[in-house]
């Protein structure tokens, strides 16, 4: 079946531009979780969701990041006023529960400039 | 706060040859995951141990988990050059009836050369 997919795979902006990264999970999944990757800080927890509510919002990295999810499928992750340090591979996974395999998406690599 | 170390962080290697990864996580963690990821591409799951003394094996790997020890081996048998990638564990803590995100640690880049 269907993967967890993401969109788009690569956004370059300017400083200051908000972005809106979209996440398509895989169907069925209820819990949906958002990663950072770069090459200073690894891979960073950044929130999760369990159907379409974010209990623990304290990962995010700031408050210029929020995440949203309708309908217990797909989620979006908005940076407002982006920075050069929000330059990352941005991952979201999916999994059947809260305590299951997570399984990632491709990543979509945004680059603030 | 639970914290994931890895070791070591690169490594290159001989085919045919056998090695293993470490990972130690700080606090109790309630599973832990081995995940690969090769140049550019997203991360591919491996194992998932559950409990201590947990093994699992697929093919040329084998996961093992001591929860007393807080530590995970992947334990590489007979290199074969595909098995070249970034492999990095990660743990997971549910608490209060909810659950955090994983904590990964830097990963492992392996180069396995003919």
């Known amino acids: 079946g269907a993967g967890v997919s993401q969109s788009p795979s690569n956004k370059v902006t300017e400083k200051g531009k908000d972005v809106e990264l979209r996440c398509d999970p895989i169907?069925?999944?209820?819990?949906l979780y958002w990663y950072r990757q770069s090459l200073g800080q690894g891979l960073e927890f950044l929130i999760y969701f369990q159907g379409n509510s974010a209990p623990d919002k304290s990962g995010l990295p700031s408050d210029r990041f929020s995440a949203e999810r309708t309908g217990g499928s797909v989620s979006t992750l908005t940076i407002q006023r982006t920075q050069q340090e929000d330059s990352a591979v941005y991952l979201c996974a999916s999994s059947l529960g809260l305590f299951e395999t997570q399984y990632f998406g491709p990543g979509t690599r945004l680059l603030v400039l | 706060e639970l914290k994931v170390e890895q070791n070591p962080l690169f490594l290159s290697m001989q085919e045919g040859k056998n090695y293993t990864i470490y990972c130690n996580y700080s606090t109790t963690s309630d599973r832990l995951y081995w995940y690969r990821q090769d140049p550019g591409k997203s991360l591919e799951s491996l194992f998932v141990l559950l409990s201590n003394g947990a093994v699992k094996q697929e093919g040329r790997l084998m996961a093992s988990l001591d929860t007393k020890a807080r530590l995970s081996t992947l334990h590489i048998t007979a290199a074969v050059h595909d098995l070249s990638a970034t492999y990095f564990c990660?743990?997971?803590?549910?608490?209060?009836?909810?659950?955090?995100?994983?904590?990964f640690g830097k990963g492992t880049h392996l180069i396995i050369q003919p």
């Open positions: 169907s069925g999944h209820t819990a």
């Open positions: 990660a743990a997971a803590r549910y608490s209060g009836g909810g659950a955090d995100g994983l904590t």
